[in-house]
């Protein structure tokens, strides 16, 4: 089921007081990257600024997704959702890599790390991250969220990880943690950067959702009748909570007037798809 005006409000609210506080933080983070000289605090700045327009991004598909229909946007704008999930995702598994590539590069050439501005750069961090992913906790979910708190996620792993490796570095001298912990943390963010990748590509190239079956909804109509060919079963969906599908079924056997009807209500019963979002052909 589709979010209510109510709650895509909210999470607008949300995404507007999550977005100020990273893009300020991330800002401060990457200038005293540069200070300090860790390619942590770096790359934490430059995913917080990935985050904020990732932020931004998911704002404008919240705003978008309450646009009435039209007669040339039948079904509204709700796409524009799995959009911005699918370029947040891309930007978890790009903005990564560039940081395992520099994080490679530093292990051949080391540079001057300040760990004690490292690590309360780092502290911050992870305040600023945990109070972003609270706020954002306290939406409603649906994929363009989870998209949104992934990027926070990852990004309160980079601000331990950056924390943990300063104080190797104050006490232990180990320098070379910075650029491996950089790449550790990345390959992370990846990994959940290409599940919400794949998930949105699903939602954009009308694939059948997760959780249904195609097959299990063409056994379904047969037990009605043995009479009932089904013919074609198409699932998508527009958005994450919107799923639609369309059946052609075929009859050898004058069918009862309310067939149609039957066959709605028994998918919609297996399926929780609602009724209206069934469409049933009868040849």
């Given at each position: ?7 895509n409000?909210?999470?607008k609210?949300l995404?507007?007081?999550?977005a100020s506080?990273?893009?300020f ?5 990457i200038?005293y990257?540069?200070?300090t ?17 990732a ?8 705003i ?20 911005a999930?699918?370029?947040n ?28 501005q ?19 906790s306290k939406?409603?979910?649906n994929?363009?969220m ?9 990004d309160?792993?980079?601000s ?37 990748t ?8 009308e694939?059948?959702p997760n ?10 109509i047969?037990?009605?009748?043995q ?13 994450e909570e ?7 079924v075929?009859?050898s ?19 929780k ?11």
């Open positions: 089921m589709s979010l209510t005006n109510e709650q409000n909210k999470n609210k995404f507007i007081w999550a506080l990273t893009i933080f991330a800002m401060l983070e200038v990257g540069f200070i000289g860790s390619l942590m605090i770096i790359g934490d700045g430059i995913h917080m600024s990935s985050d904020a327009i932020l931004i991004l998911s704002l404008i598909a919240t978008m997704a309450t646009k009435a229909t039209t007669n040339k946007r039948t079904f509204g704008y709700k796409r524009f959702e799995p959009i999930a699918f370029i995702g891309l930007t978890l598994v790009l903005l990564p890599i560039y940081i395992i590539y520099e994080a490679i590069n530093r292990l051949f050439t080391p540079v001057e790390i300040i760990p004690k490292m690590m309360v750069v780092g502290i911050i961090g992870l305040a600023i991250n945990a109070l972003v992913g609270y706020i954002l939406g409603n979910s994929l363009n989870r998209s949104a708190i992934l990027h926070v996620f990852a309160m792993i980079t331990l990880s950056a924390v943990i490796v300063a104080l190797a570095i104050m006490f232990f001298d180990l320098v070379w943690l910075d650029p491996i912990g950089s790449i550790v943390t990345s390959i992370i963010i990846i990994r959940g950067g290409i599940a919400i794949k998930e949105s590509f699903n939602i954009l190239m694939g059948t959780g249904y079956s195609v097959e299990g909804i063409k056994n379904s047969k037990g009605i009748n009479d009932l060919t089904v013919e074609d079963v198409k699932i998508w969906c527009l958005s919107e799923v639609y599908t369309l059946i052609k075929n009859s056997a004058n069918m009862v007037k309310n067939t149609q009807k039957v066959i709605k209500e028994l998918v919609s019963n297996t399926t798809i609602p009724s209206e979002h069934i469409y049933v052909d009868i040849n």
